[in-house]
T-cell receptor, first 115, second 117 residues
């Protein structure tokens, strides 16, 4: 089954404790992206990747890192989480060719709470 | 600036009522795509429809229909004879053809629809 898999679904952590949210897709998509969803703000892009070893900042990259060593994986790293990073996170992917009209395929989300 | 506005934060209807979710977008680009996504209580994001800027035909899919009007920069979504299973947050989004961020989706704030039995 074609899908984007994120783990974990739920995560509670404390300020400053490094964490990684994993994301993997099995559709051979070139493009992958991370979004965060906050009430009243919709979804905002954190980072995106056009292909392996190619990543770039989205609208709200502060406090996050990503890497794209393999096509299928795009982990989101919070080196020193803070309470304002409490949010619902989504990983997404799509075929790069015709990317502007192709829908994003989203993972099921990771609800992160930082205390 | 590119922007998507969903002015209705929450809508509550009784089952079998028709309901329209509004979406207004802003862009100076002539080529763009518009999307609607559904987020049920379980949290995942489900793609519903896409429409390109050159195709103003309305679309109907079962109880769902979409009305795209470039003149008013709107892409509204109507659910006919709503059902409890339609309860969800609905997002409208804009994707720009020449945008320099790999075709980023710009989302509206979302409209939470509650359909009561």
């Amino acid at each position: 089954e074609a899908q984007v898999t994120q783990n974990p679904r739920y995560l509670i952590t404390v300020t400053g404790k490094k964490l990684t949210v994993t994301c993997s897709q099995n559709m051979n998509h070139e493009y992958m992206s991370w979004y965060r969803q906050d009430p009243g703000l919709g979804l905002r892009q954190i980072y995106y990747s056009m292909n392996v070893e190619v990543t770039d900042k989205g609208d709200v990259p502060e406090g996050y890192k990503v890497s794209r060593k393999e096509k299928r994986n795009f982990p989101l790293i919070l080196e020193s989480p803070s309470p304002n990073q409490t949010s619902l996170y989504f990983c997404a992917s799509r075929i790069y060719r015709d990317s502007y009209n192709s829908p994003l395929h989203f993972g099921n989300g990771t609800r992160l709470t930082v205390t | 600036a590119q922007k998507v506005t969903q002015a209705q934060t929450e809508i509550s209807v009784v089952e079998k009522e028709d309901v329209t979710l509004d979406c207004v977008y802003e862009t100076r680009d002539t080529t763009y795509y518009l999307f609607w996504y559904k987020q049920p209580p379980s949290g995942e994001l489900v793609f519903l429809i896409r429409r390109n800027s050159f195709d103003e035909q309305n679309e109907i899919s079962g109880r769902y229909s979409w009305n795209f009007q470039k003149s008013t920069s709107s892409f509204n979504f109507t659910i006919t004879a709503s059902q409890v299973v339609d309860s969800a947050v609905y997002f409208c989004a804009l994707s720009l053809f020449f945008y320099n961020q790999g075709g980023k989706l710009i989302f509206g704030q979302g409209t939470e629809l509650s359909v009561k039995p």
